[in-house]
């Protein structure tokens, strides 16, 4: 159950285009607070906000360094959501699979 309510975190993380555009500047390099909240046209809590929910879901590590705090993407959840849309896509892929040779071969006998 708790592994679903992680997935459920990082699900609803990504649902935001500000916050997929955040880790997407993160994996490119690290960066302070005030560069990722000069990168958008909202305030700078508004730009908190986000780093909180990727933070919440796993997806971001946030570092004090002096007066600063520095972002990191962390890929660990990331990989674990691509392992589940992995698992989800095959399993699919193979009941349309199995669909499509069961409905072609009623098909050619009904002829």
């Given amino acids: 159950?708790?592994?679903?309510?992680?997935?459920d975190?990082?699900?609803s993380a990504l649902s935001d285009s500000?916050?997929?555009s955040i880790l997407v500047q993160l994996k490119k390099a690290p960066k302070?607070?005030?560069e990722l909240a000069d990168q958008y046209d909202m305030s700078f809590q508004g730009v908190s906000k986000h780093l909180k929910v990727l933070e919440n879901?796993?997806?971001?590590?946030?570092?004090?360094?002096?007066r600063q705090y520095i972002?990191?993407?962390k890929a660990?959840?990331?990989?674990?959501?691509?392992?589940?849309?992995?698992?989800q896509h095959d399993f699919w892929s193979q009941n349309f699979d199995s669909l499509?040779?069961?409905?072609?071969?009623?098909?050619?006998?009904g002829k």
């Fill in 76 to 87: 660990e959840m990331l990989t674990e959501a691509i392992t589940w849309i992995s698992h």
């Fill in 9 to 11: 975190k990082v699900f």
């Fill in 32 to 34: 302070t607070l005030m």
């Fill in 100 to 109: 499509d040779q069961f409905l072609n071969k009623n098909d050619q006998s």
């Fill in 71 to 73: 972002c990191r993407h």
């Fill in 18 to 20: 500000t916050r997929r």
């Fill in 57 to 66: 879901a796993e997806l971001l590590n946030k570092e004090k360094n002096g």
């Fill in 1 to 7: 159950m708790e592994e679903n309510q992680k997935l």
